[in-house]
């Protein structure tokens, strides 16, 4: 993989002569050799990319040809570097520059020498290029072919293993085990999935989990992913947590100190009188059982456990011990592992015939492995099905190697294989996740910063490089070599994750390829020349003096010590351009960071920094800046020398049990903010100060897409909406007024923001802004405080692209309709302390979608919303802090019972905030006789608020 480095290179050497760098004669002339040389090879790396694990002489050669590239990059950094000292001015700024000039003199002919050895190196290995080419000439013409190279188009959906309507072969499954959770004794039984890797085991078992049957029949769930390399008390404290946002209460802060006893004692109070079902995801060994197999009572409820496991010996001892059930995960059937394959492969179109045989024979080497099929159908989905002789080529490359009864093995082969026919501006990307702990859930924005910070994103015409990475990403979805976790609720990917097996596979490439060294463990073997290093969990197997002169990235991830730079990395790291601290033990910015000139990415989110010196100015190449939920609040003016950089995270969010909003805290700026023209994302700043120069100055910052404010004033709103009209890629607002009865005015907005697809205000408004109707890209909406006269769902109905919609204390009538043909896309509704409301209709062809529907804080409404049976769709009711008699009213079997009308939802419930914690009653908790509801336990295992968010 060796086309990403030497492009990089190709275009920092062009940048040397387009920037009019001083080259001394010697470095100019090596240069241009250099570039000469690269450029010439550069076509034939494609192809070494794609066969260099076929030919040991070819991989040796592209090994060469990385190692060249990197020694030049550094050698340039290093001179650049060089070029750029100021002393000042007067005698003292004179006399160190003379002192400078001799020093750096002497080393930048060190490295004219320096790459003059380089370039023998090169002519060398130029040599072994010319009979290489010759050697595959024939591949290269191939390979070369338009057929080769074709765009990956965008079919997120049947990428994602996940989504049920694309899985095969599972319906029969998954009732089989349905059936064995719902039914049997009553005593605690153990259901274990087992089967080898990649068989599709936490797909089934997800399948399962959420069922709506299982659901109604546990009340308490949990999903525990155990993994390789589990800790015991982190197990355990994972568990408790996720059982207390079970039942809706929050978690005691002494869990965070508990031993291991003592949680498992916590973990058995918890569930002693609940029917429970608790999933243990991917079970390696069975000491993971034993670490919670008697927390877990068996309390004669009926409850259920499940366990995924590799190994056999695990799934049959903790099934013999509790008189369980172990269900054999077999390989798919020929006819869906078929159905599969021409899902995948051909977007559910039937399979060409004359691709018929070649199609067959993969799938037979494939083995009816479900992940094996979809990576490899991957592979297939990229080629042109005009061109045979290209599906032939990934027949034939499978070959021999499949063969044999090792399935891990042979598994591996096939996911190999789909990640060398990445285009290799993708090679770079998705060995780059290794950097990441196992079982980490990796979230979407940072690692599209992240990608870029590294240079891995091609700039392409009309497209910010954000869109280009976004594409990126898309790409290894749609390959199926990640998988989505979680999703927002209007559709958007919030964080995925990646397959063990595939993290096996990158975690040795990237290691081969000098790409990312992890470290994570003793006796860790790295070069002095890693460009990435990754530290996992503690800082304990760091080698002492250990040179990371030539370092480029470091992350630290649940690293648990105290950092101190300087002590783990006394030689520094001149040349590094990632630095991610985040959730590391860090009380002080570091003052390491003030040497780090080619620095773009810095993250001390989720840290205890408070303060931000003065020498952050001297960051002239960072483009991101992460200091979300750290302590800082003030930002000092030389920010404003950061010319490149795009995105500016500093915000706290402070949730509070009773409320349905995270208020959030932002930051004080100068009011010149608007200097700072590359920013993308600013977040959240205060707006109080001055006269309003500081709103004026955000119409100067027309590349926003994403802005978040706070402490707005209302004579602020008019010089506000110039500056809003002016950001035209403007994606997502967040406005938030001084203080809850402060008006936001924002009636003077002309020409709205048209790309606008989140919207959040916070603040009182005089009548609803005219040109909110006019956002027909608008996905979400949400209002607080607004305390309108007239019914806002008249202007709001017709948003032709609304998804979800949130409305806290936003309208003082005793009524609210939602009519026919309105809203026609809406999935989730929240409505939230409507003082005077007193009745809710929705019209028969209104919300023909609606899944989710929230009900908050309506202290005087009378009844459940007239109409609530038409809505077929409906999957969940949350009636919270409403009035007791009105979910009374929902009562089955009694004079006068609106049950009728809910009965077709599958989830309803209630919940109350009481004595700090939440109160959850079911419907079914209902009896004949009872003035209230029963306490019950919670339906959804997440929070409540985060509908709401």
């Known amino acids: 993989m060796a086309e990403s480095p030497v492009n990089f290179l190709i275009e920092k050497l062009a940048a040397l002569f387009d920037n009019e760098v001083n080259l001394l004669r010697g470095v100019r002339e090596e240069v241009v050799c250099l570039r000469w040389e690269l450029e010439r090879m550069r ?71 320096e790459l003059k050895s380089v370039n023998l190196r090169l002519r060398t290995i130029s040599e072994v290029h010319k009979r290489l080419r010759h050697k595959f000439s024939r591949v290269e013409q191939g390979l070369g072919s338009a057929g080769a190279f074709n765009t990956w188009e965008d079919h997120r959906d049947d990428a994602l293993l996940l989504d049920k309507s694309d899985l095969v072969g599972i319906d029969g499954r998954k009732k089989q085990l349905v059936g064995w959770l719902i039914e049997g004794g009553l005593g605690r039984e153990v259901v274990s999935l087992a089967g080898q890797g990649g068989m599709g085991k936490t797909t089934l078992a997800k399948q399962v989990y959420d069922d709506a049957e299982v659901k109604k029949n546990f009340k308490v769930r949990a999903w525990i992913t155990v993994s390789q390399s589990f800790e015991i008390e982190d197990l355990l404290k994972d568990m408790v947590e996720q059982l207390y946002k079970a039942i809706k209460r929050r978690v005691p802060p002494e869990v965070g100190n508990m031993n291991n006893n003592r949680l498992k004692t916590t973990i058995k109070k918890l569930l002693q009188r609940q029917r429970y079902l608790i999933v243990l995801d991917d079970v390696w060994h069975l000491h993971a059982w034993r670490a919670v197999q008697y927390a877990l009572p068996n309390n004669s409820f009926g409850s259920r456990v499940v366990l995924t496991t590799r ?181 958007r990917v919030k964080t995925f994750r990646i397959h063990d097996l595939l993290r096996e596979i990158i975690i040795s490439k990237s290691r081969d390829q000098n790409l990312v060294m992890v470290v994570k463990g003793q006796n860790v073997q790295w070069s002095d020349r890693a460009r990435r290093l990754s530290v996992h969990y503690t800082l304990q197997h760091l080698l002492p003096n250990r040179s990371v002169s030539q370092l480029r990235s470091l992350f630290m991830f649940e690293v648990t010590e105290k950092l101190r730079l300087h002590t783990s990395f006394p030689g520094g790291f001149r040349l590094l351009s990632v630095l991610d601290l985040q959730n590391s033990h860090l009380k002080k910015f570091p003052v390491e960071v003030v040497n780090l000139y080619y620095l773009k990415y810095l993250s001390l989110r989720d840290t205890k920094v408070k303060i931000v010196p003065r020498f952050i100015g001297k960051l002239q190449n960072l483009e991101t800046l992460d200091l979300k939920h750290s302590l800082v609040t003030e930002l000092p003016v030389e920010i404003l020398k950061l010319k490149r950089l795009r995105h500016l995270l500093l915000y706290r969010s402070k949730f509070v049990s009773y409320e349905l909003f995270d208020s959030r805290s932002g930051f004080r700026v100068m009011a010149n903010i608007g ?120 202007y709001l109905q017709y948003l032709p692209n609304l998804l979800h919609l949130v409305l806290c204390q936003v309208f003082n009538g005793h009524r609210l309709c939602f009519r026919a043909g309105g809203f026609k896309k809406l999935k989730i509704l929240g409505l939230d302390e409507f003082d005077e409301l007193k009745c809710i209709q929705v019209e028969p062809g209104a919300m023909t979608l609606l899944e989710d529907l929230s009900i908050r804080r309506c202290r005087f409404l009378e009844k459940v919303p007239s109409g609530i049976e038409h809505l077929t769709k409906l999957k969940l009711l949350e009636l919270s802090n409403i009035p007791a008699e009105l979910f009374n009213t929902l009562r089955p079997n009694v004079k006068d019972s609106e049950y009728w009308r809910v009965a077709h939802i599958p989830e309803v419930y209630s919940t109350y905030w009481r004595e700090g914690e939440w109160k959850v009653y079911s419907l079914e908790s209902l009896s004949d006789g009872e003035n209230c509801p029963l306490p019950s336990t919670v339906i959804k295992t997440h929070e409540l608020h985060t509908r709401w968010k």
């Open 43 to 113: 076509a034939f790396l494609r192809i070494a990319d794609a066969l260099q694990e076929s030919d040991e002489e070819l991989s040796v050669w592209v090994k060469q040809v990385r190692d060249i590239a990197h020694e030049t990059e550094d050698l340039l950094a290093e001179y650049t570097l060089l070029q750029r000292h100021n002393h000042g001015t007067g005698f003292y700024g004179s006399l160190c520059r003379f002192a400078c000039c001799i020093k750096n003199a002497k080393a930048c002919y060190r490295i004219a020498a």
């Open 675 to 794: 200097v700072l023209q590359s920013l993308q994302k600013l977040c959240f700043i205060e707006v109080n100060q001055g006269s309003g120069n500081m709103v004026k100055e955000l119409g100067n910052l027309n590349q926003l897409r994403r802005l978040g404010i706070v402490k707005l004033r209302r004579e602020d709103g008019k010089v506000l909406c110039s500056s809003i009209g002016k950001m035209t890629n403007l994606r997502a607002l967040s406005i938030a007024s001084f203080e809850e009865n402060e008006i936001i005015d924002l009636q003077h907005l002309s020409t709205p923001p048209v790309l606008l697809q989140r919207l959040y205000m916070r603040g009182r408004l005089e009548m609803l802004p005219h040109w909110i109707p006019s956002l027909h890209s608008l996905v979400k909406l949400s209002f607080k405080w607004s305390r309108l006269k007239d019914d806002p769902l008249v």
């Open 311 to 491: 190994n056999t010996d695990v799934a049959t001892t903790a099934c013999i011990e509790s008189e369980g059930k172990t269900y054999n995960l077999e390989p798919l059937p020929p006819s869906d592992s078929w159905d599969l394959l021409c899902r995948k492969t051909f977007q559910g179109n039937p399979c060409p015939p004359h691709l018929e045989e070649i199609c067959k024979y993969i799938l037979k080497r494939c083995e009816g492995l479900p992940l094996a099929i979809v990576a490899i159908s991957g592979v297939l989905a990229t080629k042109d099905t005009r061109r045979i002789d290209e599906w032939d080529m990934v027949a034939r490359s499978l070959g021999a190697e499949i063969d044999g009864n090792d399935k891990l093995k042979d598994l591996k082969k096939v996911l190999s294989l789909s990640f060398n026919d990445l285009p290799y501006y993708l090679k770079s990307c998705f060995l780059y996740l290794s950097i990441f702990p196992e079982d980490h859930l990796i979230e979407h924005m940072r690692l599209i910063r992240l990608w870029i910070a590294e240079g891995f994103i091609e700039a392409k015409e009309g497209k910010v490089v954000e869109e280009v990475a976004d594409d990126y990403l898309n790409d290894l979805l749609n390959r199926s070599l990640m998988q989505v976790a979680t999703t927002t609720s209007d559709g």
